[in-house]
């Protein structure tokens, strides 16, 4: 079982930064990969980003490339995505994804605000 805890949301104004982190239980994490994902108010949830086991390869949902950038850590069981250049359409709760053998868990989300 992997059990996923994110932080870093909060309250930003439009054009600034945001890095969430989401730090993962066990001692497989380098085996499986990851995502990032949103959910907005009154949305279905939205994929943002993936990292492959090793890191070395990332995907992007359309609406995000080019401003946040996703990384992992497996030294420290974490993945993270920074955020930049942050919109209003941005504001949603982020949940981080494990995509293993077994099955996806996911996190309890952190909520990330873009003011205008």
């Known amino acids: 079982q992997v059990q996923l805890v994110e932080s870093g949301g909060g309250l930003v104004q439009t054009g600034g930064s945001l890095r969430l982190s989401c730090a993962a239980s066990?001692?497989?994490?380098?085996?499986?990969?990851m995502g990032w994902f949103r959910q907005a108010p009154g949305k279905e949830r939205e994929f943002v980003a993936a990292?492959?086991?090793?890191?070395?390869?990332?995907h992007y949902g359309g609406s995000v490339l080019g401003r946040f950038t996703i990384s992992r850590d497996n030294a420290k069981n974490t993945v993270y995505l920074q955020m930049n250049s942050l919109k209003p359409e941005d504001t949603a709760a982020y949940y981080c994804?494990?995509?293993?053998?077994?099955?996806?868990?996911w996190g309890q989300g952190t909520q990330v605000t873009v003011s205008s």
């Open positions: 990292i492959s086991r090793s890191g070395g390869t990332t």
């Open positions: 066990g001692r497989a994490f380098s085996s499986y990969g």
């Open positions: 994804n494990a995509a293993t053998r077994l099955g996806d868990y």
